[in-house]
């Protein structure tokens, strides 16, 4: 028979490993405003500025990058697939994203179609409160409705593309290669999402085995929630001051 210091343990440890999920999240949402919009490091936006022609390679790292340190997208992602448990849901959903973000970011910029960083990022933010709310169950509660998650994660994904391209229309980019560089950059976009959604979906894995998931499920995504609305609080103050 085990004695209660040894049936303590394994709850010790999962506790703490909450702690460990709560606290990232609440570093995350605590991030600068500016990263958390994953704006263009001066450094990535002098060098694409510099060069002209085909750049695949430059393009690619670039994407990758902005996707994962875009804390926005990861958070939205992070509460797309929070109660998802197979592969096939997993997949389909992340699909309606990649497919939303691709469209709208490709085709921003090559018609150089954009819309104001400060309301785009902020429409971003109201993304992850909005499914934050979801996983609560808000809606069902609030107005016994349970919007379509599909139709939301593509239509968000849209905005997020514009996110995306608004921040490569200030990179100045040159017209010379430029679908192919968009094009490599969008790879590199996906890249940077799929290395994201693995190490989410590693964590997730290892945190649903244990009894603190369910138990502590409504509190991670009421932060995720606070995160959004920070998000949304700052762009707005930078759009009206």
Same mark, same amino acid.
């Given at each position: 028979? @085990?004695?209660?210091?040894?049936?303590?343990?394994?709850?010790?440890?999962?506790?703490?490993?909450? @702690?460990?999920?709560?606290?990232?999240?609440?570093?995350?949402?605590?991030?600068? *405003?500016?990263?958390?919009?994953?704006?263009?490091?001066?450094?990535?936006?002098? /060098?694409?500025?510099?060069?002209?022609?085909?750049?695949?390679?430059?393009?690619?790292?670039l *994407?990758?990058?902005h996707?994962?340190?875009?804390?926005?997208?990861?958070?939205?992602?992070?509460g797309?697939?929070?109660?998802? /448990?197979?592969?096939?849901?997993?997949?389909v959903?992340?699909?309606?994203?990649?497919?939303?973000?691709?469209?709208?970011?490709?085709?921003?910029?090559?018609?150089?179609?954009?819309?104001?960083?400060?309301?785009?990022?902020?429409?971003?933010g109201?993304?992850?409160?909005?499914?934050?709310?979801?996983?609560?169950?808000? /809606?069902?509660?609030?107005?016994r409705?349970?919007?379509?998650?599909?139709?939301?994660?593509?239509?968000? *994904?849209?905005?997020?593309?514009?996110?995306?391209?608004?921040?490569?229309?200030? /990179?100045?980019?040159?017209?010379?290669?430029?679908?192919?560089?968009?094009?490599?950059?969008?790879?590199?976009?996906?890249?940077?999402?799929?290395?994201?959604? *693995?190490?989410?979906?590693?964590?997730?894995?290892?945190?649903?085995?244990?009894?603190?998931?369910?138990?502590?499920?409504?509190?991670?995504?009421?932060?995720?929630?606070g995160?959004?609305?920070?998000?949304?609080?700052?762009?707005?103050?930078?759009?009206f001051?």
């Amino acid at each position: 028979m @085990l004695s209660k210091s040894m049936t303590r343990a394994p709850n010790v440890m999962t506790s703490r490993a909450t @702690l460990l999920f709560l606290v990232v999240l609440v570093m995350l949402s605590s991030v600068s *405003g500016e990263a958390f919009a994953h704006a263009v490091a001066d450094g990535d936006k002098g /060098y694409i500025q510099e060069i002209t022609g085909v750049n695949l390679i430059a393009f690619l790292y670039l *994407g990758a990058k902005h996707m994962v340190t875009g804390y926005d997208h990861i958070l939205f992602l992070l509460g797309v697939i929070f109660f998802l /448990y197979k592969m096939k849901d997993i997949g389909v959903y992340v699909s309606l994203f990649a497919i939303g973000h691709s469209v709208t970011m490709l085709a921003g910029v090559y018609f150089n179609f954009g819309i104001n960083s400060y309301i785009i990022d902020a429409i971003i933010g109201l993304s992850i409160v909005y499914k934050a709310l979801d996983n609560m169950g808000a /809606y069902q509660r609030w107005f016994r409705f349970q919007p379509n998650t599909k139709a939301a994660t593509l239509i968000f *994904g849209f905005f997020h593309g514009f996110g995306l391209s608004s921040k490569i229309l200030d /990179y100045e980019i040159s017209s010379d290669g430029l679908l192919p560089n968009l094009l490599a950059f969008n790879v590199g976009v996906e890249v940077g999402q799929l290395l994201a959604l *693995g190490a989410i979906l590693i964590v997730m894995g290892f945190w649903r085995r244990t009894p603190s998931f369910l138990k502590h499920a409504y509190s991670t995504n009421a932060v995720m929630m606070g995160a959004g609305f920070m998000l949304i609080g700052y762009q707005l103050t930078g759009y009206f001051v």
